[in-house]
Structures are given as structure tokens and as C-alpha cells.
């Protein structure tokens, strides 16, 4: 079992930036594709961004330009950076680890846009 825990988020203003981080245990978060999902209210849950085992990354043609997925190996971390926000930025945001096998989800974190 492969526990994810997520930290960051909140409320912030319309073009402001903010930082999500997703710690995974061990020195998995390189050996794996990992990926960012966001659920908005009455949504299904979509892709944000994904970055490779080989670190080739890509995005969602609403975020490109604005969001940055990068990960700290030493840390185990995933992050996401997040500028420019906008409030159809809103939602629920997961990190995702896929092994192959089975996917693990993080806990998910809140992210609001508004003024």
C-alpha cells in the first residue's frame, strides 16, 4: 500500500499562485509516472498534469503556460506550481501514483480562486 499525502492549497485571488506537494514514502515518486487530477463540483475528475518516470512532463491545454508539475527525488515529493490562477482553477486537486498495477491517490486538497 502506497499512502500520498498532499499539503498546500487554499483560497487565493484571481492570478495569484500557489504550491501543491504530494510526499510519497520511500524513493518511489521517480520510479513511477505520476500525474495531478482536479474534480471541480459536479465535474468528473480530470487530468491536471503528469510528468514520466524519464521526467518528460505534459499538461491539460487549460493549464499549459501556467502550472509547472516537478518533483524532488530526494524529498519524494511531487509538486505542482501553480500561477496565474484563474476561477476556473477551482476544485478538488489529487496526486495520482501509477505503478502498472494499481494507481494510488492522494488525499486530495481544496484549491479556490476567487476574489
Known amino acids: 500500500q502506497v499512502q500520498l499525502v498532499q499539503s498546500g492549497g487554499g483560497l487565493v485571488q484571481p492570478g495569484g499562485s500557489l504550491r501543491l506537494s504530494c510526499a510519497a514514502p520511500?524513493?518511489?515518486?521517480?520510479?513511477?509516472?505520476m500525474g495531478w487530477y482536479r474534480q471541480a463540483p459536479g465535474k468528473q475528475r480530470e487530468l491536471v498534469a503528469l510528468?514520466?518516470?524519464?521526467?518528460?512532463?505534459s499538461y491539460a491545454d487549460s493549464v499549459k503556460g501556467r502550472f509547472t508539475i516537478s518533483r524532488d527525488n530526494a524529498k519524494n515529493t511531487l509538486y505542482l506550481q501553480m500561477n496565474s490562477l484563474k476561477p476556473e482553477d477551482t476544485a478538488v486537486y489529487y496526486c495520482?501514483?501509477?505503478?502498472?498495477?494499481?494507481?494510488?491517490w492522494g488525499q486530495g486538497t481544496q484549491v479556490t480562486v476567487s476574489s
Open positions: 495520482k501514483l501509477a505503478n502498472g498495477m494499481t494507481d494510488y
Open positions: 520511500g524513493n518511489i515518486v521517480s520510479s513511477y509516472t
Open positions: 510528468i514520466t518516470r524519464g521526467g518528460t512532463t
